[in-house]
C-alpha cells in the first residue's frame, strides 16, 4: 500500500507509486493524503484530506486486503504524520518504507516544515527503511551533508532516532549517484552511472515504492534496495519526453518501449 498525495501530471505520488508496485509484479492498494494540481514545471494548489478519511482508508485496505509492505510520501502537516503513524501501530505494520517527502522536484515545498519533528518522532521509529535525499537528510538531522564520511553521521543520526535501517540517496552529490544503506552495524553503498536527463520527476517516490515492492516479496533489505537501485535507472535511462520540465520516468520500460 501507498500512502501518499496524487500528483495530477501522474510523475510522482500516488501514480508513480502504483505503477512501480505493478511493473514490480505485486499488488497496489493506495491511500491518499492529499491532492495536489501538478505537472512537470511545478505545483500550482495542495488541497489535504481530512485525517479521519486518511485513517478510515488505511482501515478499510488493512481490514481487507492487509498490506505486505507499506510505503508512506508526501504527508504535508504533523496532523497527518500523527494520524499514519497511529495507523501504522494500530495495523501492526511491519514492511513500512517511509520517503520522507519534503520538496516537489519543481522545488515547490510538499511538507510544512512544523512536520519534520513528528517525522522524527512518531515516524521513523516505525520504519524498516527510511529513505531522503541528501536535502531531506540535512532538514532531519540538522547536519550539512558535504562528503562521504558527513553521509554516514547522517545515516547514522536518522538511524537513532528508531528506523531499522536508513538509505540516503545521492542523486543530490557530484559524480555517479551513490546511495549508502546503513542497518546500525554496517555501511554498504549502491552506485550507478549518472545518466543526463531532465526525465527526474518521481525518483523519489519510485525509488521507495521498488524497495516496498522487494520487502513484499521476500527481499531481505540490502537486495531490495539494489532492485530499487536497478529499477529507477532503467526507467530514468528508458524515458521519453513529457512536459516541459522535469519528465517523468518510464516505469513500465521492461514491457514497451
Not at 157 to 168: E, K, L, Q, T
Not at 185 to 193: A, K, Q, R, V
Not at 215 to 228: E, T, Y
Request: aromatic fraction near 4%; charge should be negative; include cysteine.
Amino acid at each position: 500500500m501507498t500512502i501518499a498525495g496524487s500528483d495530477s501530471g501522474g510523475g510522482a505520488g500516488i501514480q508513480a507509486d502504483l505503477k512501480t508496485f505493478s511493473a514490480l509484479g505485486v499488488f497496489g492498494t493506495s491511500t491518499l493524503t492529499a491532492i495536489t494540481a501538478q505537472n512537470t514545471v511545478g505545483v500550482s494548489a495542495v488541497h489535504e484530506v481530512p485525517t479521519e478519511v486518511i485513517s478510515a482508508q488505511i482501515d478499510a485496505v488493512m481490514t481487507d486486503i492487509g498490506a505486505d509492505a507499506v510505503k508512506t510520501g508526501m504527508l504535508s502537516s504533523a496532523a497527518i504524520v500523527a494520524t499514519v503513524s497511529d495507523a501504522v501501530r494500530r495495523h501492526g505494520i511491519d514492511n513500512l518504507v517511509v520517503d520522507p517527502v519534503m520538496v516537489a522536484k519543481s522545488g515547490d515545498r510538499l511538507l510544512r516544515e512544523e512536520a519534520i519533528s513528528t517525522i522524527c518522532s512518531d515516524l521513523i521509529p516505525l520504519a524498516r527503511v527510511v529513505t531522503p535525499n541528501i536535502p531531506e537528510a540535512e532538514d532531519l538531522t540538522g547536519l550539512s551533508i558535504d562528503s562521504d564520511s558527513e553521509v554516514r553521521r547522517a545515516a547514522e543520526a536518522i538511524f537513532g532516532m528508531g528506523a531499522r535501517s536508513v538509505v540516503i540517496k545521492g542523486g543530490h552529490r557530484d559524480g555517479p549517484p551513490t546511495d549508502t544503506l546503513y542497518d546500525g552495524e554496517s555501511f554498504l553503498e549502491f552506485t550507478t552511472e549518472r545518466i543526463p536527463s531532465t526525465n527526474t520527476h518521481g525518483t523519489g517516490c519510485t525509488f521507495a515504492s521498488a524497495i516496498a515492492a522487494g520487502l513484499a516479496r521476500g527481499l531481505d533489505v540490502p537486495s531490495a534496495v539494489q532492485q530499487a537501485k536497478d529499477y529507477v535507472t532503467a526507467a530514468i535511462r528508458s524515458a521519453y519526453p513529457i512536459g516541459q520540465g522535469h519528465g517523468p520516468l518510464h516505469h513500465f520500460h521492461a514491457f514497451w518501449q
